[in-house]
């Protein structure tokens, strides 16, 4: 049996249909690239978004450091405003007679440096007094560090017993405990009085 020949108009329909379907096929991959280019639109969108939002907090989170920066300094210094005037008071009561109180001292020599908060003095005896807000492990530690640096630092204070007290208006009790056995004169707030916390047969240690 004979094969019939495809007409001209049975090429015209397979070129049409198959044209039909190029442009189908075009269409569906525009359709899904716009689809795409519109996702990843978006997602750049979003990441703005998230990237403002991030800047925004970050900016929050700098200015309350800031804030709280500047309220932990107005406090350290209303601290040691109280301390102050009650220095010499609290210290002679414990038979340590200085007569002189020199603050903020700050010491530069040899490529090393020195800050003191509250320094009592008399003519034998010079006590250093750190003053913070609350006090914590790392300042006593710290603090006994300046003690030991003292005299080499400040040496016309070389033939002087240095004495140290750390004071604060929040003083842990572990942190009290601590600064005691380091033999540190311990200064806090008792109702509207400071108050040295050592007892009486406490025995400061001497740099």
Not at 58 to 63: P, V
């Amino acid at each position: 049996m004979a094969t019939s020949q495809p007409t001209y108009d049975d090429i015209l329909r397979l070129f049409q249909e198959t044209d039909r379907r190029l442009k189908d096929t075009e269409r569906l991959l525009k359709e899904q690239s716009q689809g795409a280019d519109r996702r990843m639109q978006e997602a750049d969108l979003r990441m703005q978004e998230a990237d403002r939002r991030r800047e925004e907090t970050d900016r929050q989170i700098q200015q309350v450091s800031r804030q709280i920066g500047k309220l932990g300094n107005r406090l350290g210094e209303f601290v040691e405003w109280q301390v102050r005037p009650a220095a010499i008071r609290l210290l002679q009561e414990r038979n340590i007679e200085v007569h002189e109180l020199a603050s903020e001292i700050s010491v530069q020599r040899d490529g090393e440096g020195l800050e003191i908060d509250l320094l009592a003095i008399n003519t034998s005896q010079a006590v250093l007094i750190e003053v913070k807000s609350k006090l914590s492990q790392t300042d006593v530690d710290e603090h006994l560090e300046r003690l030991a640096k003292f005299k080499r630092l400040m040496p016309r204070y070389q033939d002087v017993s240095a004495l140290g007290a750390v004071a604060a208006m929040v003083i842990p009790t572990d942190v009290a405990r601590y600064a005691y056995r380091q033999g540190l004169f311990v200064i806090a707030q008792s109702g509207d009085h400071l108050v040295i916390l050592n007892d009486p047969a406490f025995v400061p240690k001497a740099w």
